[in-house]
């Protein structure tokens, strides 16, 4: 007879560096239900932006939602904002937003690589993925003067210029870093133990992806063509600097694993392609307008759809702002993935995810 045993997984666990509870029912080595508890963090931030900060402070203060998506989040509350004051931003300024998201995409997806190399035993390849990792927290530095909180999109642009030689040392550094990802990729491609056991596992049809409403890399590996980027052009030209969509069918852990990786080298084109035809002109187009009316605007950031919407009522100070982060979007699909795996299997399910609670957690 098997024996049905509840596991607890977080919101203190070595699988998972986040503030996120999973509750997985066994059957034996089986887990045959899983359920999610949220919402252990929670700052205030939506709030503070509607009680305490003037609206050409909120950019920055969102960018405290988080660390590892604070480019995404201050260009989503800087766009916002420009929509609700009516505000065309110069197209150099639309380049160097889309060259720091993209520079923060490389650092995130190698951040999340890491930790899945780590949930498998390879100490040594996340220290060395973490190594590489470096490469693109030093540019974001230069390009935006912080190496984690970057403050860089204002409401009218961006608040630095790309400076020569900070776009030379982009170019150098990416140089560097290119066949560290390609070796990167070859060991996903053929290592037993970090990834190939993992193929079937963790895995979800692109029609339930689809019905939960997966977004980012958990969507695309199971075959959901959604990315920001290819639907909004009105905001930032992602196609005409070479976005490509990467897709996969398998849904597994595998393939979220791949899809991040082939996602890196669509991020070394995109951002060869600003540097190498950034139009001249203002970083930024300052005006006195105040917000009125309601306004919504997407992003993709690391994890997928970032959402942030905005309600003005033509004072300094916005009447409302609400976030929808990537990760709150993915719960659902998260929960239904352990589903039918063995429990063993749990930490590289985890890793895949790449969960970010500190943007859902607000």
């Known amino acids: 007879m098997k024996q049905q045993f509840e596991i607890p997984v977080g919101a203190q666990h070595i699988s998972l560096l986040e503030p996120l509870h999973f509750k997985l029912t066994t059957e034996n080595e089986t887990i045959v239900d899983a359920d999610a508890n949220l919402y252990y963090v929670h700052r205030g931030i939506e709030n503070a932006c509607v009680t305490k900060f003037k609206y050409r402070q909120v950019p920055l203060v969102v960018g405290r939602v988080c660390g590892l998506c604070s480019v995404s989040h201050g260009t989503a509350a800087a766009q916002v904002i420009e929509k609700l004051t009516k505000v065309e931003i110069p197209l150099r300024a639309k380049y160097l937003r889309m060259l720091v998201i993209e520079l923060d995409r490389i650092h995130s997806h190698l951040l999340c690589l890491a930790h899945v190399a780590e949930n498998s035993g390879f100490e040594a390849l996340f220290m060395q993925t973490m190594r590489d990792r470096e490469y693109s927290m030093e540019l974001l530095e230069s390009v935006c003067g912080n190496r984690v909180q970057y403050d860089y999109s204002i409401v009218g642009g961006v608040n630095r210029d790309l400076r020569p030689d900070v776009a030379a040392d982009i170019k150098t550094k990416l140089a560097l870093l290119k066949p560290r990802v390609q070796a990167l990729h070859e060991v996903f491609e053929t290592n037993w133990s970090l990834s190939l056991k993992n193929k079937g596992v ?104 970032l959402m942030h919407y905005a309600r003005g009522n033509k004072t300094n100070v916005l009447e409302r702002l609400k976030i929808k982060a990537p990760t709150f979007s993915n719960v659902g699909a998260m929960v239904e993935i352990f589903k039918g795996n063995q429990y063993a299997s749990a930490p590289a399910i985890i890793a895949s995810y790449d969960p970010c609670l500190s943007c859902t957690a607000r």
């Open 202 to 305: 963790g895995a979800i049809s692109k029609e339930l992806a689809m019905k939960l409403n997966a977004v980012g890399p958990l969507a695309r590996a199971a075959g959901v063509p959604i990315d920001v980027r290819n639907e909004t052009e009105d905001l930032l030209p992602w196609k005409e600097l070479g976005f490509e969509m990467i897709l996969d069918t398998a849904g597994d852990v595998y393939a979220r694993n791949m899809v991040r990786i082939k996602e890196l080298y669509v991020a070394f084109r995109i951002i060869d392609n600003i540097l190498n035809g950034l139009p001249e002109g203002d970083i930024a187009n300052i005006s006195k307008a105040l917000p009125e009316g309601e306004a919504i605007v997407r992003v993709e950031a690391p994890r997928g759809e």
